[in-house]
């Protein structure tokens, strides 16, 4: 993902490059 999160791992709004990190 281009603005991935901190945490590794998939993202509650991968559409929405800023999500928080859900693992």
Known sequence: F???P???GRTRGE???RAKAVV
Request: charged share 65%.
């Open 15 to 17: 559409r929405g490059r």
């Open 6 to 8: 901190r945490r590794a």
């Open 2 to 4: 281009r603005g991935r």
